[in-house]
């Protein structure tokens, strides 16, 4: 099947095969339940940037300059992070991520739903990323009563219309309270 063909039948298969609810799918693609359920119909045809969301779900992100950015995150060494512009995170290297590690711990900095700050953050982010390559991020946190801070210099790329960043992240104690807001400048 063609990914231009009958994208909702595509978004049915992908569920099922993937054991996930409409739910499940509606929460990830930011829209209701009923309106996957209109999709994967054939009663409703999603719009151009629902479309992409879900080819991207079910096939993968397919621009080759984005699959390099996450191909190079994962294998680093260092502590990346590759972020879209709402400051979702896309990819992760090893160093952050999986089981003990610091996005499995603090991951939820960079999930809006938890962290409702992130959505204004991320509109600052799209506003400076439009004339400045390299921002510099500060999320102070509190953790098992104690404050901590996240760490990010955020260096800016433009595959096409979308803007992406790859983060140098760091996640430590802040037993000084050096950082004491949530902050994104340029650097």
């Known amino acids: 099947m063609s990914r231009e063909n009958d994208i909702g039948l595509a978004l049915r298969r ?7 609810n409409q739910d499940a799918v509606a929460r990830t693609l930011g829209v209701s339940q009923s309106q996957i359920s209109r999709w ?11 479309a992409d969301a879900i080819e991207a779900l079910i096939w993968g992100r ?23 512009r709402t400051l979702a995170v896309v990819s992760a290297s090893r160093f ?15 999930d ?11 509109r600052r982010f799209e506003r400076l990323a439009q004339t400045e390559p390299v921002l510099i ?16 210099r955020l260096s800016v790329n433009r595959i096409g219309p979308e803007l992406y960043s790859i983060g140098e992240m760091s996640f430590v104690r802040d037993e000084r309270h050096a950082v004491t807001r949530i902050a994104l400048f340029a650097e």
Request: glycine share 10%; proline share 10%; hydrophobic share 40%.
């Open 14 to 20: 992908y569920r099922i095969n993937s054991r996930i």
């Open 40 to 50: 994967e119909s054939g009663r409703d045809r999603p719009r151009a940037e629902n």
């Open 62 to 84: 397919t621009q080759p300059e984005l699959a390099g950015l996450i191909h190079y995150v994962r294998g680093a060494q260092a502590p990346l992070v590759l972020f879209d």
């Open 96 to 110: 952050l991520r999986g089981h003990g590690q610091p996005l499995a711990w603090f991951g939820w900095l960079f």
């Open 112 to 122: 809006p739903q938890i962290n409702p700050t992130l959505i204004g953050l991320a």
């Open 137 to 152: 991020l500060q999320i102070p946190f509190s953790h098992e009563a104690r404050p901590w801070a996240c760490h990010g």
